[in-house]
């Protein structure tokens, strides 16, 4: 069954002064990878990334904040046209960050200043057709192969808080788990899910993530299971 056509033009887009607002996610999901010191496998943590039309560099999904829609909203809906994913959003952005447009690079002008918002998603589907399939590949990276090809500074900055947001959402598991009350005054983490949009759902989050020390790996769980992420990039 043919997909919904990617909206196009900007008559609804929103700014906010001289920026234009965009939002995005980083898609993810959990991989059987091999152990280097055995021969069994281990669970590890992929993104998804997407080439750009007409450039040889990867990004992860995201366009134009539209205003008949939320953030969250537009997040899942560029990962659907762009990457052909859809799954459940984390709430609680990573982050916004302000660059330029890739089509408008001078820096002394205020034209292509963008305001982004990133989340994470973890995907629940993946789709062998999507709006912009014709014009974009995807592909699937360990973490340390993702900071590798991330072009851009914002985007190594929003994968950082990616992996703390992770790690932090371990340790509330942990303390939860074991009977403990969590550090961070955190509730709902891994409340229901609330439908929004064809495209996701909404996972309730609330409180503060604080930031790690320089570590090599640290282990995240995922359904149960134990997951390792190397960080040593």
Same mark, same amino acid.
């Given at each position: 069954?043919?997909?919904?056509?990617?909206?196009?033009?900007?008559?609804?887009? #929103?700014?906010?002064?001289?920026?234009?607002?965009?939002?995005?996610?980083?898609?993810?999901?959990?991989?059987?990878?091999?152990?280097?010191?055995?021969?069994?496998?281990?669970?590890?943590?992929?993104?998804?990334?997407?080439?750009?039309?007409? #450039?040889?560099?990867?990004?992860?999904?995201?366009?134009?904040?539209?205003?008949?829609?939320?953030?969250?909203?537009?997040?899942?809906?560029?990962?659907?046209?762009?990457?052909?994913?859809?799954?459940?959003?984390?709430?609680?952005?990573?982050?916004?960050?302000?660059?330029?447009?890739?089509?408008?690079?001078?820096?002394?002008?205020?034209?292509?200043?963008?305001?982004?918002?990133?989340?994470?998603?973890?995907?629940?589907?993946?789709?062998?057709?999507?709006?912009?399939?014709?014009? #974009?590949?995807?592909?699937?990276?360990?973490?340390?192969?993702?900071?590798?090809?991330?072009?851009?500074?914002?985007?190594?900055?929003?994968?950082?808080?990616?992996?703390?947001?992770?790690?932090?959402?371990?340790?509330?598991?942990?303390?939860?788990?074991?009977?403990?009350?969590?550090?961070?005054?955190?509730?709902?983490?891994?409340?229901?899910?609330?439908?929004?949009?064809?495209?996701?759902?909404?996972?309730?989050?609330?409180?503060?993530?604080?930031?790690?020390?320089?570590?090599?790996?640290?282990?995240?769980?995922?359904?149960?299971?134990?997951?390792?992420?190397?960080?040593?990039?």
């Amino acid at each position: 069954m043919a997909s919904e056509p990617a909206r196009t033009g900007r008559l609804r887009q #929103r700014y906010e002064g001289n920026y234009r607002l965009v939002s995005g996610c980083i898609p993810y999901r959990v991989s059987k990878e091999e152990n280097e010191h055995s021969s069994e496998k281990e669970d590890g943590i992929e993104v998804l990334m997407v080439s750009s039309p007409k #450039r040889d560099d990867l990004v992860f999904p995201k366009g134009g904040w539209e205003d008949d829609e939320t953030k969250e909203e537009a997040a899942c809906r560029e990962a659907f046209e762009e990457a052909g994913v859809k799954g459940n959003l984390k709430e609680k952005p990573l982050g916004e960050w302000v660059f330029r447009s890739k089509s408008k690079q001078d820096i002394c002008s205020l034209e292509g200043g963008c305001k982004g918002y990133m989340f994470a998603l973890e995907v629940t589907e993946e789709h062998d057709t999507w709006p912009e399939r014709e014009n #974009r590949d995807r592909k699937w990276l360990k973490i340390k192969e993702a900071f590798r090809l991330c072009r851009y500074e914002w985007m190594r900055e929003a994968l950082e808080e990616f992996l703390r947001v992770m790690a932090e959402d371990q340790k509330i598991q942990m303390s939860e788990e074991i009977g403990e009350t969590p550090s961070a005054p955190v509730s709902n983490v891994m409340a229901d899910c609330q439908i929004i949009s064809s495209s996701c759902y909404v996972n309730s989050s609330s409180g503060q993530h604080h930031g790690m020390n320089a570590i090599s790996s640290f282990h995240l769980g995922y359904a149960s299971q134990e997951v390792t992420i190397d960080t040593s990039f």
